[in-house]
């Protein structure tokens, strides 16, 4: 028996990313809709609810819309959007937040998919708050810089006009209240809103998300060996997330935006410093993969009880 998917937004940049990991897979049927009929609510609402799953990839007013527009009791959602990521009665989108996290999302109707940058910050933070190494009341702050592909087609054009590339490296969110921070508040047990400070670089992809932590400072005097070792427990088995060997780290001076490439691979790293009881923890990932398409195309193959790394670049 196949699953029938529709995707709603098709032909925007992480559409297109998801129809290619779906192309070919013989236990999937795609919903495809002619041009003309792509903005023909009439056509949409067949469409939507003849799916089994339906993956949206719009922006957030068209998002609710869509959801909207069903009305059978049967259809389950992936929604890429902000729209529903803190919203009840909706499932976060990362099957590995927390132990039991993959079995609700399997019984799930309503996904949300995480962002490219809750997805590193999560999982860096969620286990080690859940371990006690990061108190749930302490200051944290999150940083890094993606490629310019997440800002969507209107950055991507901003960067890949005639005039070339406005700017290498561009901080933004400098009101300090982005759409991301509900979402890496609300599943990583925090007490308080971390600090976010993003960038976006002169690169199409690939992503780097640092979670900086002054060691000696914190309640027990966590050790980095500490640190890592509730990162690698965390995670130990998992097909996508990674956690760097702990000696291969410290053999480490430097990590590129692009190091797990066009894949949908997550890697996690522990730096730091003994002596000055410093730690940077860094989440590797391509925010057009585990990012976007790749995390939603995992939450499609549990949702649709497949193996969960079909269809994955890994």
Not at 145 to 153: E, L, V
Not at 242 to 255: C, L, N
Request: net charge negative.
């Amino acid at each position: 028996m196949t699953t029938r998917v529709f995707i709603d937004g098709g032909v925007g940049t992480t559409g297109l990313e998801i129809g290619e990991r779906l192309a070919g897979r013989a236990e999937l049927s795609l919903i495809r809709l002619d041009e003309r009929d792509r903005k023909n609510v009439a056509a949409r609402r067949d469409a939507l609810n003849a799916a089994d799953v339906v993956i949206l990839c719009l922006p957030d007013d068209a998002a609710r819309e869509a959801v909207a527009l069903i009305d059978n009791d049967h259809t389950r959602v992936i929604d890429a959007s902000t729209a529903h990521r803190v919203a009840d009665g909706w499932t976060y989108g990362f099957p590995e937040l927390e132990p039991g996290h993959r079995d609700r999302l399997a019984a799930s109707r309503f996904v949300a998919n995480p962002g490219c940058w809750p997805t590193g910050f999560l999982a860096l933070v969620r286990p080690l708050v859940l371990a006690g190494r990061i108190p749930s009341d302490w200051p944290v702050s999150v940083s890094g810089a993606s490629g310019y592909s997440g800002g969507g087609k209107a950055m991507i054009a901003d960067y890949e006009g005639e005039g070339g590339a406005p700017t290498g490296f561009r901080a933004y969110g400098l009101g300090l209240s982005h759409k991301h921070v509900p979402e890496m508040t609300c599943y990583s047990g925090l007490a308080h809103p971390p600090l976010f400070a993003p960038a976006v670089a002169d690169a199409y992809r690939g992503m780097i998300v640092e979670v900086p932590l002054q060691l000696r400072a914190m309640p027990g005097v966590p050790t980095l060996e500490s640190i890592h070792e509730a990162l690698a427990t965390a995670y130990a088995g998992s097909p996508i997330v990674s956690v760097a060997p702990f000696d291969a780290s410290a053999g480490m001076t430097s990590i590129d935006l692009e190091h797990v490439g066009a894949t949908d691979r997550l890697a996690l790293f522990v730096f730091g410093n003994a002596e000055s009881g410093q730690a940077r923890l860094i989440a590797a990932l391509d925010n057009l993969g585990k990012g976007a398409a790749g995390a939603a195309v995992q939450n499609l193959n549990i949702l649709a009880g497949l193996p969960e790394t079909a269809g994955l670049r890994l």
